[in-house]
């Protein structure tokens, strides 16, 4: 199997070591199951081969609409949230009201 040097700081490298020791894994199985992980693809080539699939006219990209044409928002604020203490149905606290 081939091997790999790489250079790392200290910090990073024991975060490795104790991960691994966690794991009950070695330093190399881990750092090699975190690299496959991470360099896989997350999508199945049988989930690829669906791109297409659907033939169906009607199935189409809707266009996007402008910002402007979206409905509009209701305005956030933690001081009307109920987490926070505000209460929205009666509307937002004032910071002296905290």
Known sequence: MPQLSLYIDEETLE???????AEK???????????SRSLS????PEFLATYGAITDPSFVEPTEIAMMQD???AEFS?????????????GRM???EI
């Open 15 to 21: 975060k490795i070591k104790s991960s691994a020791a």
């Open 25 to 35: 894994l070695s330093v190399s199985k881990l750092v090699t199951r975190i690299l």
């Open 41 to 44: 693809s997350a999508w199945t």
């Open 71 to 73: 409905l509009p928002r």
């Open 78 to 90: 933690p001081l009307s949230h109920p987490a926070q203490g505000g209460d929205p149905a009666f």
């Open 94 to 96: 004032t910071e002296g």
